[in-house]
């Protein structure tokens, strides 16, 4: 395992790359500096590249929130840090109506320097009230993914798409698309990162975690299941210590559909 230290001069060496205004491979960096260049620069896409990721902060029993629903401190600290620098590296956050319901989130990159993303929610049946806190006016663009015909605040930019039991994540990941929005974050809940998964639609998952045992309440990632050990994804992970939790950087080796992206380039590669 490899501690990722991100410092100050790191981050901004990080931001300088994903604007174009600075590469990767050079400079001088401590060991630790170096894993978080590793790990935040397998992240970076260039401009107008798509690519889908999605992160997840569980317990060491595979918890995200207890039996009553509180989901606020699974992740420590360098946990919640890692998720905003994530949300910093991306062109949009996506989370579904459960998560946004749940937990009212603000998804901005409050915790650390970095432009916030736009927000994306995806929400079939027109559940979220307009006086949530994500559709609130910051200069950020707003989105909301719902078949219903429902009115949303000023602002709030409105994608009209069909389901059968859930909204397909390819046209989601199309539509926006063609809203200028390639590089995507899936942030929650398990339910929405599992459909991703399930569709090959992620380029790469983190899987934070943090040493707590919650005991019971709402598991994590719960796919399909199979039938033998042959049949598991087992994707190509690298594992980082961030202090307070333990990051699992998982290549899940995304299927580029012709008709999400016809002329896809690989994700960005890993420092040596």
């Not at 600075?22 to 060991?31: K, V």
């Not at 979220?128 to 993914?145: H, K, M, S």
């Amino acid at each position: 395992m490899q501690s990722a230290e991100v410092t100050p001069k790191v981050w901004e060496h990080i931001l300088a790359a994903r604007a174009g205004r600075a590469c990767l491979c050079c400079g001088e960096w401590a060991t630790g500096e170096r894993a978080a260049m590793a790990l935040y620069g397998s992240m970076l896409a260039a401009p107008g590249t798509p690519q889908v990721v999605a992160q997840i902060g569980q317990s060491l029993d595979g918890r995200v929130a207890t039996v009553t629903g509180d989901a606020a401190d699974v992740s420590g600290p360098d946990g919640l840090a890692h998720l905003h620098r994530m949300r910093a590296l991306v062109d949009a956050v996506i989370v579904g109506v459960k998560t946004a319901l749940h937990d009212d989130p603000r998804l901005t990159v409050r915790l650390v320097p970095g432009q916030n993303p736009a927000r994306v929610v995806i929400d079939p049946s027109g559940r979220l009230p307009n006086d949530a806190r994500l559709f609130a006016e910051d200069g950020t663009r707003r989105i909301v993914i719902q078949e219903v015909d429902k009115p949303r605040p000023e602002g709030v930019e409105i994608i009209r798409l069909p389901r059968k039991d859930w909204i397909s994540p390819p046209a989601i990941v199309s539509a926006l698309r063609k809203l200028g929005l390639h590089h995507l974050m899936v942030e929650g809940g398990a339910i929405t990162i599992a459909r991703f998964i399930e569709a090959d639609m992620l380029a790469r998952l983190h899987v934070a975690v943090a040493p707590l045992l919650i005991g019971a309440g709402p598991q994590g990632l719960t796919t399909r299941p199979v039938a033998r050990l042959a049949q598991a994804r087992r994707p190509e992970t690298q594992v980082y210590g961030l202090g307070s939790d333990v990051l699992f950087d998982c290549v899940m080796g995304a299927r580029v559909a012709a008709e999400v992206w016809p002329h896809a380039r690989q994700p960005a590669a890993r420092l040596g």
